[in-house]
């Protein structure tokens, strides 16, 4: 039954891990009044939907009729490597829902802190020195996002006010105002030679995991930076910290890792040119997310065609 008592139109499952899974539960019942809504793990009454983010095993042998998931985030690299996932059920991912906005926020943190050298006037605070530092041409600091989809496009955007050379790389090839585009693997060199700022933005899938290495961070100009907000299974952690070390790199800000919380005795906590912040570059927003989802159920209750949708085959 639904909250004024009528036959609900459709049944959702809500599932999130830790206490705000009752928070979402809460959220999509008020945006969805016509539904019933329970939370993970009350499947007494079948779900036609569910909506979750890192799904037990179980879920899915619970539910076997599920006719849509609905990834709680936008990188569905942990859904898809879910064993007891249903091979047939089409999956919606969150395409920005309130994520652009910040992954814009921290990329620009991070450019403009590279490129007005907010590190070495630290360094030269903490001496005493008043030395003005010469300003490095902006022509000669390109920007380049790993990912031009819908969170790669909207950091390209942030950053042209700035003026600084923005470019893209990505599977196919993709046309955006002010960037310039490279596309697939044999774009890959001349992409990473130009970049000051390496930003990923790929989702993780079998082609990408690993993608930064030994051989292709070495292609990025001496003083190169990295900033890694996509997931920790593309970088190779030794790889990046044999290239700071040797000077190649000058800095990584990180906000993922291969392990998640980053293991207390990992290398990367006391590594003086590496930033880190826990997984928060861009937060799942509740409002925008569930309004998302809510528009998106409706239509595809109503057989309208909806976006989002994964491609299992390409991973994301
Ligand atoms: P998206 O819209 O699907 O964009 C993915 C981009 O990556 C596309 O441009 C795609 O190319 C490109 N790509 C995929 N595989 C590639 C390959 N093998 N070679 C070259 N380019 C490839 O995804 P999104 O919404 O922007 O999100 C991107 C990722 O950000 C997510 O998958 C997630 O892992 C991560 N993320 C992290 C956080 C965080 O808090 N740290 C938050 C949200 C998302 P095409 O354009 O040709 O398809
Ligand atoms: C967060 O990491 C997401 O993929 O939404």
Redesign the pocket.
Known sequence: MTVSGATPRFRLLVQVPGPTQDVWRRAFAAALPEAAVAAWPDVAAPPDYAAVWKPPVELFERCPGLQAIFNL?????ALLATPTLPAATPIYRL?DAG?AEQ?AEYVTLAVLRAYREVDAYAEQQRDRIWQPRRRRPKAEFGVGI???????QAVAAALQPFGFPVAG????R?TVAGVTSY??DDELGAFLAGTRVLVC?????A??VDLLDAATLSLLPRGAEVVN???GSLLVDADLLALLDAGHLARATL??FRDEPLPATHPFWHHPRITITP?????TRVDASVAQVAARLRRLADGLPIGGRVDRN?G?
Not at 73 to 77: K, L, S
């Open positions: 985030g936008a990188g569905v690299d395409e994520m992954m790993l990912g031009l989809g819908v969170l790669g790389w990505s599977r196919t993709r596309a697939g933005l790929l989702p993780a899938t082609a990408t907000i996509a997931r906000d993922v997984h928060t570059s861009a937060v390409r994301y």
